[in-house]
């Protein structure tokens, strides 16, 4: 006998269920409880009566039971009617009873294969083992697709920006342009390439940048020796960057202009040791970047700082080791008023005076951490200028600074409240008098790096070091790094 269960029961729309197809071989109490619950398992039924949407539960697989699984929509009103299941030895069950009760749903086993790509995108972030990632992508290659796009950095083996002190020994392998594009071409939205080392990378190399670039806000050239402008031109007009870094890059002014019109949203550039640039370049970048953050032009023979002029407020650190910076370039450099770090270490190409008292007229009140190593034109009365108009200076090194005397010192002591740090190596003006306006006068001095003090007796070290018992006096000599990307 056949009965026909013909109609949704929530709008009477037509299902075209019959009894004939039920599922009947499994008689017996298990079957007579589902009855009992409203479940009717059907073999087969009319999909043109109803929508399919597929759906995932995940479980635990204790039993191993793998099946996939589809609500069943009435077509007409869209109220859940039933499950419909891919091919399985388990039993299946359609559900009649809760045909108008959609807000009933039970849930059932599935395969891993099941899952829809943003559970797997999701599972892969949580992977916070680096092998683990790796191995990932070797289970299918619907895996190692989801591996690819989740990719947001990519670093060689021969960069130098993260040293693997355990690869010393090995041979580096040779960064091509066939190399590149094969790798670019898989990690399309990457945000972050080092680059760095390789030595015979080719401008050709970059072009596939301005295809798969879109995203790359970070990029690092050190020691590319093959880059010139025409490559940073391709990477400027595909790349939306904001960190950049060019050490010993032959890039020139022409470059580094085509950077700034492209890359106006720039915050962090290095170009340390690019020798083919000039205040030029500089100026293009400071009016035309008005996000600038970081700026790295140290051990740049060609650049006075005069190109810092009207730079952006934002310009908060600053490396210019080693240049030839004159008064009115130290004078742009501080222009901004932002500067919270600045290292102008090695002023010995300084040929018209140190000018460093620009610092202390009114434009380097946020100064935190000042770099004066090695300035052996180094006045008292730069100094001076120096400790009165930046209040807020936390560290500061004057090692090697010979020609600051007693009333350098002292103004260092009635004036640098804040001071936590101070380098003093190989100071040789330091006397006993010095010493005693520091002891005096530095009231949050914490450290205190000292050697080399010829003019300083032993008395007035002992005294220092009885009366500061909270000072720790260390005799090594360090360099100042600062917590920035260049680092």
């Not at 610092?359 to 380097?364: D, M, R, T």
Request: proline content about 3%; aromatic content about 8%.
């Amino acid at each position: 006998m056949e009965i026909g269960l013909n109609c949704c029961g929530s709008c009477g729309y037509p299902l075209n269920l019959t009894s004939s197809n039920r599922i009947t071989s499994g008689i017996g109490s298990e079957y007579r409880k589902s009855i009992k619950k409203g479940l009717i398992s059907f073999l087969s039924v009319d999909l043109s009566r109803f929508t399919q949407v597929d759906e995932v539960h995940c479980l635990p697989l204790p039993w191993g039971g793998h099946r996939s699984k589809t609500k069943l929509l009435c077509r007409k009103c869209g109220v859940l009617i039933g499950y419909g299941y891919g091919d399985s030895p388990a039993l299946c069950g359609f559900d009649l009873a809760n045909s108008s009760n959609s807000a009933c749903e039970k849930y059932y086993l599935t395969s891993i294969k099941d899952l829809p790509e943003d559970c797997l995108n999701f599972i892969f972030q949580r992977l916070d083992c680096n092998s683990d990632r790796e191995s990932f992508g070797l289970t299918c290659h619907r895996w190692l697709r989801i591996q690819n796009i989740n990719r947001r950095f990519l670093q060689f083996q021969c960069s130098f920006t993260q040293l693997d002190v355990s690869s010393l020994s090995q041979t580096s392998p040779t960064i091509s342009s066939f190399h590149l594009n094969r790798l670019l071409t898989r990690f399309q939205l990457l945000e972050s390439l080092s680059l760095s080392g390789c030595t015979e990378l080719p401008d050709s190399g970059l072009t596939p940048l301005q295809d798969y670039g879109s995203r790359l806000q970070t990029i690092s050239l050190d020691c590319c020796f093959g880059i010139t402008d025409k490559g940073l031109s391709l990477i400027a007009t595909g790349c939306p960057l904001t960190v950049i870094s060019l050490y010993r890059c032959n890039i020139t002014d022409v470059g580094l202009q085509n950077l700034a019109k492209s890359c106006s949203a720039l915050k962090d550039v290095n170009l340390s040791c690019c020798a083919l640039i000039s205040d030029h370049g500089i100026r293009a970048l400071s009016q035309k970047c008005s996000q600038l953050r970081a700026v790295s032009i140290s051990f740049c023979k060609g650049v006075s700082g005069v190109g810092f002029s009207g730079c952006s407020p934002t310009l908060a650190y600053l490396e210019a080791e080693s240049c030839k910076l004159g008064p009115e370039g130290i004078t742009e450099i501080v222009s901004g008023g932002g500067l919270e770090y600045l290292n102008v270490s090695n002023l010995r190409w300084c040929i018209t005076g140190d000018g460093l008292a620009a610092i202390g007229a009114g434009l380097g009140t946020k100064l935190r951490v000042l770099n004066l190593r090695m300035g052996r034109l180094v006045s008292s009365e730069s100094v001076a200028a120096i400790a009165k108009g930046c209040p807020l200076l936390q560290e500061w090194n004057l090692a090697l600074c010979h020609e600051v005397k007693i009333p350098g010192w002292k103004a260092v002591g009635e004036n640098c409240h804040n001071l936590e740090i101070i380098h003093l190596n190989r100071c040789r003006n330091l006397c006993d008098h010095g010493l005693q306006a520091l002891r005096d006068g530095c009231r949050q001095l914490r450290i205190m790096y000292i050697n080399g003090y010829y003019q300083v007796s032993v008395a007035a070290m002992e005294m220092f070091k009885w009366s500061r018992s909270d000072v720790q006096i260390k005799e090594e000599e360090i360099t100042i790094v600062p917590n920035w990307p260049f680092r």
